[in-house]
Each structure stands twice: as C-alpha cells, then as structure tokens.
C-alpha cells in the first residue's frame, strides 16, 4: 500500500512544494515513479526510478527517497503546476500500485 | 512518438458488456505491454492488468480476474479491454497505458474512455 500526504497541499505561485509517499513495505528505488494528472486529462509521468526526471519534464520537479519514503519536490511552483500528483510503485501483491494521490492547490 | 488513442464513451445498462479500444502508433506495438487503468469519478486510480502484445497473454489484478477480458490485433496496433457483466460502480474512465519494462513506469497514456453504467 502507497499511502501519500498531505491529502490536499495549498501553495501559491512561487513557493516549494513537498510531496510524500509512504509504502507500507520497502520498495527498490527503481520502482517508484510519480504522475501528474489535470482535470479531464490522462495522467502524465514526471518521475521514474525515484529520481530520474522523464523527457521534456522541467528540472523544477525532483524526486528522492529510498525503502519506505519517497518524496517528490517541486521547487518553485507555476500556475501550471497545481494538478493531482500519486507515486506508484511496481512489485508487491497487486504488482501494480498507486497512492491515493495528492491535489496541489493554490 | 508513441501515441495511444482509444474509443469513444460508452453508455449500457447493468449487466451488459463493452469493449474499449486502444490504437497504439509511433512505437513497436509488440515490444510493450499495455495496461489498464481506471478511475472512478472523483477517485483514484486503479490498475486492472496488461496484455503483452507479443504473446497475447493477459495478467489481470485479482479484483478483475472474473469481469474482464484483455486482447489484441497486432495487425491494426490496437488493444482491447472488454467489461462483463457490468455494475454501476464500474462507471469510471478506463485508460490504457504503455508500460517500459527496465524503467518500470507508464510512459504513454491513452486519453481515456468514460463508461456508463447505468439503468
């Protein structure tokens, strides 16, 4: 289970944003991977292998963590950027998995 | 560029089936597997298996195992998911996505297909 916090982040423009992602057992950092998704649309990955920023994804999204926690930090928030983010992690029983997600608000 | 494009929305009634379509392009259709994801309005989302393209074998979460069929054509690139029996809590967007083995993430999505269930 990917459980991820906080539920809702409220930020403005401009500031840094954490988010959280907690697996209830340990998972290989490359396995951990992270979604953007805005309304009416498909998600969109950013993040995969804990770290490594997917192609055309700006260098203001980056992802850390290892066994249990992992976070994804945006550094400096554009309007563009408030949408709903969830890990998702391979391995374990369903092999596929995503956290409940966050929802980046201003 | 790889590119998933899937069928329309779709409107039945409980207890009927629907098929949803997934065309991929820009890729080798038979090198990645596709998933299926679905998202319940409001919801998260939830995965529901994948079909490798190259063998046509299927792998569905436990959940899904009695309620969906997973399949394709590789002589048109395209992926299906067929839903059985069908309740109302299945009302949800369906989405198909690529899978990059060695990296292990979604790469590509489809645009997503809204099922109705409804009576």
């Known amino acids: 289970v990917l459980t991820q916090s906080p539920g809702t982040l409220s930020l403005s423009p401009g500031e840094r944003a954490t988010l959280s992602c907690r697996a209830s057992?340990?998972?290989?950092?490359?396995?951990l991977a992270w979604y953007q998704q805005k309304p009416g649309q498909a998600p969109r990955r950013l993040i995969y292998?804990?770290?490594n920023r997917a192609s055309d994804v700006p260098d203001r999204f980056s992802g850390s963590g290892s066994g249990t926690d992992f976070t994804l930090t945006i550094s400096r928030l554009e309007a563009e950027d408030f949408a709903v983010y969830y890990c998702q992690q391979f391995g374990g029983s369903p092999a596929y998995t995503f956290g409940q997600g966050t929802r980046l608000e201003i | 560029q790889a590119q998933l494009v899937q069928s329309g929305a779709e409107v039945r009634k409980p207890g009927a089936s629907v098929k949803v379509s997934c065309q991929a392009s820009?890729?080798?259709?038979?090198?990645?597997?596709i998933h299926w994801v679905r998202q319940a309005p409001g919801q998260g989302l939830e995965w529901m298996g994948f079909?490798?393209?190259?063998?046509?074998?299927?792998t569905y979460a436990r959940k899904f195992e009695d309620s969906v069929t997973m399949t394709r054509d590789t002589s048109i690139t395209t992926a299906y998911l067929e839903l059985r029996r069908l309740k109302s809590d299945d009302t949800a967007v369906y989405y198909c996505a690529r899978w990059i083995s060695g990296s292990y993430y979604f790469e590509s999505w489809g645009q997503g297909t809204l099922v109705t269930v409804s009576s």
């Open positions: 820009g890729y080798s259709f038979t090198g990645s597997y």
């Open positions: 057992q340990s998972v290989s950092s490359s396995y």
């Open positions: 292998g804990t770290s």
């Open positions: 079909i490798n393209p190259y063998t046509g074998g299927p």
